[in-house]
């Protein structure tokens, strides 16, 4: 299994951002599937989910702006970020598999993660 992100970068605040996660080895269409984010000095936080019936959830600070999303034809998960603020300035991550029951929002029940993108949002 292999999940690879992409679309990370650089945005003014106010911007948007598409991050992908292109999974291979795993059906995405049957997993649930998570994004998170570490910024520096910090530890990994939960942002959405998917799970295998397309049912979504969000951490309150990205309410209203983020939206998760399954491209099931390509396999790919996605992450749509708008109205971005520096406090979104972090390492991102896909997360795929729940391997044990538990918050959806915590990195511990995830089997598989994807190296990371970086998106750096500037005032």
């Known amino acids: 299994v292999r999940l690879e992100e992409s679309g990370g970068g650089s945005a003014q605040a106010g911007g948007s951002l598409r991050l992908s996660c292109l999974v291979s080895?795993?059906?995405?269409?049957?997993?649930?599937m998570a994004w998170f984010r570490q910024a520096p000095g910090k530890g990994r936080e939960g942002v959405a989910y998917?799970?295998?019936?397309?049912?979504?959830g969000y951490t309150d600070s990205v309410k209203g702006r983020f939206s998760i999303s399954k491209d099931n034809a390509k396999n790919t998960l996605i992450l749509q970020m708008n109205s971005l603020n520096p406090e979104d300035t972090a390492m991102y991550f896909c997360?795929?598999?729940?391997?044990?029951?538990?918050?959806?929002?915590?990195?511990?029940?995830?089997?598989?993660w994807g190296q990371g993108t970086q998106v750096t949002v500037s005032s």
């Open positions: 997360a795929a598999e729940r391997r044990s029951l538990g918050s959806w929002f915590s990195s511990q029940v995830y089997k598989y």
């Open positions: 080895g795993l059906s995405g269409r049957r997993s649930s």
């Open positions: 998917i799970d295998s019936l397309a049912s979504t």
